[in-house]
């Protein structure tokens, strides 16, 4: 069984940064990409990022592309997001999530994914 474990969530200044890790264990990992979502109190969930796993191929949300990087280390199973310049308005639930597929196009819609971690708080203050 798949599991997704997210990490690395915090409290921070605007203007800092957060690295946030998710990795995933279990057998057959097989074909698949992961991404970043983000949900605020009384927003919906919002795609943040997305990376292939087999192949460079990255897909960013405009709100947060040029300050939020995503990255895998393939050994590990674990994908990343590296977030810079950080604003009260990033403050949200952090959710990885993956989905298992042979289709190049990373979907930015929730109900695409087949699994998601469990969630890590982002808190940043003025």
């Known amino acids: 069984q798949v599991q997704l474990v997210e990490s690395g969530g915090g409290l921070v200044q605007a203007g800092g940064s957060l690295t946030l890790s998710c990795a995933a264990s279990?057998?057959?990992?097989?074909?698949?990409?992961m991404s970043w979502f983000r949900q605020a109190p009384g927003k919906e969930r919002e795609f943040l990022a997305g990376i292939r796993w087999s192949v460079v191929n990255t897909n960013y949300a405009d709100s947060v592309k040029g300050r939020f990087t995503i990255s895998r280390d393939n050994a590990k199973n674990t994908v990343y997001l590296q977030m810079n310049s950080l604003k009260p308005e990033d403050t949200a639930v952090y959710y990885c999530?993956?989905?298992?597929?042979?289709?190049?196009?990373?979907?930015?819609?929730?109900?695409?994914?087949?699994?998601w971690g469990q969630g890590t708080q982002v808190t940043v203050s003025s």
């Open positions: 999530a993956a989905k298992w597929t042979t289709s190049p196009a990373i979907s930015r819609l929730v109900n695409a994914y087949d699994l």
């Open positions: 279990g057998s057959s990992l097989g074909t698949y990409y």
